[in-house]
DNA sequence: AAAGTATGTAAGATGTTGCTTAAACACTTA
DNA sequence: TAAGTGTTTAAGCAACATCTTACATACTTT
């Protein structure tokens, strides 16, 4: 997980990983989309995200070809998850027990 | 997003995360957990936090308590899982190419 | 108001990251 | 096998992150 998120953390590879989403790219063509940095640059980003095993790679003559590794997101994605919807459901709760309290109050509607 | 997910990059401050996740801890408390760093080290992490608007801050006399905003996470979560569950559901859909492709084979059943 | 408690800020050392240019590698085609 | 194409590796550097110690701030209690 570690690795996944330290590699997510970065925006330029968060871009490389919409990219190779649906479909497998090649690193010329992902080099293409960054103008801005170098052919190394991105290359080093690949190399990151292969890393952390958030993309696979298959190598056709010439080419390296990389597409998404969805997997390698499963943990950094419950991580997250967890975070996010156990405290929502706290949330949740006590706002249920502020109505609780506030019963019969006029202006519960736009508490939040 | 993006100051988010550098946020949580930090494998101490996801640990933070999980502390405030389900109530209201002092900065006294926290510094605690974490025996192998100083206290200002904590802070430091304890502010990143906050800029990132992943926690909430309440004063208290003298001390400051702080807790897991889920918001701060929605944006986050929402890419990590549609990365996840977007390509997902592409591996599912080339599996079942597979399975077609291969249709009449006996040992399509472990194929996962 | 002085001393005590809880916490944050500042400054500086150290390690890590992300970039660039130059060079190397690997495969393809003439 | 030599030249061409696609890509990665290496080395070096500037920017950034994280830690530490020392100090400052802000409340509380005596």
Known sequence: MDDAL????????????????????????????????????????????AAARLVDVRRAGNRRFYRLRPEGLA????????????????????AEQEERTHTGDQDTKGSL
């Open 6 to 49: 330290r590699a997510v953390a970065d925006p330029t590879r968060r871009a490389i990983l919409v990219l190779v989403r649906d479909r497998e790219v090649s690193a010329g063509e992902i080099a293409e989309r960054f103008p801005e940095i170098s052919r190394p640059a991105v290359s080093q980003h690949l190399r990151t995200l």
């Open 75 to 94: 943990e950094a994605v419950t991580f997250l998850e967890t975070m996010w919807s156990a405290s929502l459901s706290r949330l949740q709760y006590e």
